[in-house]
């Protein structure tokens, strides 16, 4: 009797987006090792795992995907069911997943084959960020040069409820905000209206003072 071959997971890696490419290629834009947060628990995370395995069954071939920290309990990500091609062995294929991190330091995503102990394990690190601050100079420069960045808006969904809240983040104190329009609020949380959860921004906050500030001295260096 010939033996039956077993699925195999033979490697993962993670990026921010993919896009489909023709041939069943998988195309991906910014791959990355770790996760930069610029406060705790950092925003919802959305990134794309690129996984291959080999030795496809003809049937369908369930995966589960989890994350943990070291010697930590883990929590489930996502699951995916994987149909072999009729020409194909193997599979290439993306499973969105989403976290939130509640500290720094190295965290471990888990890929297992359901029905099988074939796992394989991803390492990822979150780096802590430090706040970013301006200065003087560059306050000024804003002040004379209002064409330059100095605002940024982002729409942010409550978890629970879906509830739509626009914040905007300026760098300029005298900056107006439109109607319906909220500040980010100084504790770094807000309790949705809808339905009493808390939502965490100081962490959303501080990405787009970052992407101001890295403008900024884009700018002042002569690239405006």
Same mark, same amino acid.
């Given at each position: 009797?010939?033996?039956?071959? *077993? ?6 890696? =993670?990026?921010?987006?993919t #896009? ?6 998988? +195309?991906c834009?910014?791959? =990355?090792?770790? =996760?930069?947060a ?19 069954p003809?049937?369908t071939? #369930?995966i ?14 996502? @699951?995916? !069911? ?6 194909? =062995?193997?599979? $290439? /294929?993306? $499973?969105?997943?989403?976290?939130q991190?509640? *500290? ?7 890929? &297992?084959? $359901? ?8 390492? /990822? ?6 706040w970013?601050?301006f ?7 804003l002040n !004379? ?9 982002? +729409?942010?969904?409550?978890? +629970? ?14 900056? *107006?905000? @439109? ?7 100084? &504790?770094?949380? /807000?309790?949705?209206?809808?339905c ?19 403008a900024? &001295? ?7």
């Open positions: 009797m010939r033996k039956q071959v *077993k699925p195999r997971l033979v490697s993962a890696f =993670f990026c921010n987006s #896009s489909q490419g023709d041939r069943g290629k998988i +195309n834009r910014g791959v =990355f090792t770790t =996760f930069l610029w406060a705790y628990p950092t925003s919802i995370r959305n990134w794309q795992a690129i996984l291959t395995l080999h030795n496809l003809k049937d071939t #369930s589960s995907v989890a994350i943990s920290r070291a010697y930590g309990k883990k929590t489930t990500l996502a @699951a995916a !069911d994987i149909q072999r091609g009729k020409q194909d =062995f193997g599979s $290439i /294929i993306n $499973i969105p997943l989403q976290y991190f509640d *500290k720094e330091g190295f965290y471990t995503v888990h890929f &297992s084959i $359901i029905g099988s102990t074939n796992v394989l394990k991803v390492p /990822i690190k979150v780096t802590t960020m430090p970013p601050q200065t003087k100079k560059q306050i000024q420069f !004379d040069n209002l064409s330059i960045l100095h605002s940024l808006r982002v +729409n942010i969904l409550c978890s +629970n409820c879906s509830r739509p809240f626009n914040f905007e983040e300026s760098v300029l104190p005298d900056t *107006k905000l @439109a109607d319906g329009v909220l500040p980010f609020p100084d &504790s770094g949380k /807000i309790e949705c209206e809808s009493g959860h808390i939502l965490y921004v100081k962490d959303i906050q501080g990405q787009l003072r970052n992407s101001i500030k890295n900024v &001295s884009e700018a002042i260096r002569g690239g405006k």
